[in-house]
């Protein structure tokens, strides 16, 4: 397997603009969570899914953010409309939820900066 | 609630010398405990887990914890610090709920002097 894939590796956006992440987790994995790193803040949970069912998002900063997961093979996190402070890396990680719990696989991040 | 305080945001060893990093935790419940490692600009690996079986973990790179219950402690040791160590560590705390989300510490980057 070819571990989590996140793309954009980086992204820059002007204030406003849309912006959409994406994750692809690993095959059999049946949770999926997005967290956002920064200096200030650390790593953050923002949303998990399970099954593709979005089951705890009181992460998620405010109503700019959304998240889906349309299959188990795919998500995305959107920004709309982005802001300044919104520059961090988001991380994407999937899991298996059988005991025992053997960890987190993370994907290599999405570097965003809103100019 | 669970929770993890990482003592040290920055530690600096000689090549050599012998890595502690610092990791307590809060859990209501027997948690599962986690170090991950990041090196610069990628995602977070994983270095070892405990998950209720021995106390004494054994990790990559020759990385190793243990677990003590009664200091609620997961400190993470290396004997000899090797250049290619330097990185930030991550502590974690996961509970068997939520699918077992996970709460990290705020990060120890560990210098590796020559």
């Known amino acids: 397997d070819a571990g989590v894939i996140q793309s954009p590796r980086h992204e820059v956006t002007e204030m406003g603009q849309e912006v959409t992440l994406r994750c692809k987790p690993i095959s059999g994995h049946d949770y999926l969570f997005w967290y956002r790193q920064t200096m200030m803040r650390g790593l953050e949970l923002l949303i998990y899914f399970n099954n593709n069912v979005p089951i705890d998002d009181s992460g998620m900063p405010e109503d700019r953010f959304s998240a889906k997961m349309p299959n188990a093979s795919f998500s995305t996190l959107k920004i709309q409309p982005s802001e300044p402070r919104d520059s961090a890396v988001y991380f994407c990680?999937?899991?298996?939820?059988?005991?025992?719990?053997?960890?987190?696989?993370f994907g290599s991040g999405t570097r965003l900066t809103v100019v | 609630a669970q929770s993890v305080t990482q003592l040290g945001s920055h530690v600096s060893v000689s090549e050599g010398a012998l890595v502690l990093l610092r990791c307590n935790y809060s859990s209501s419940v027997p948690p599962y405990l986690f170090w991950y490692v990041q090196y610069p600009n990628q995602g977070l690996q994983l270095l070892l887990k405990y998950t209720s079986a021995a106390t004494l973990v054994k990790g990559i790179n020759g990385f190793e914890a243990e677990f003590k219950k009664s200091e609620t402690s997961f400190h993470l040791t290396k004997p000899s610090a090797h250049m290619s160590d330097a990185a930030e560590y991550f502590c974690a705390v996961s509970e068997g709920t939520g699918g077992f989300k996970t709460i990290f510490g705020a990060g120890t980057r560990l210098f590796v002097k020559a």
């Open positions: 990680a999937s899991s298996l939820g059988d005991r025992p719990f053997y960890g987190y696989t």
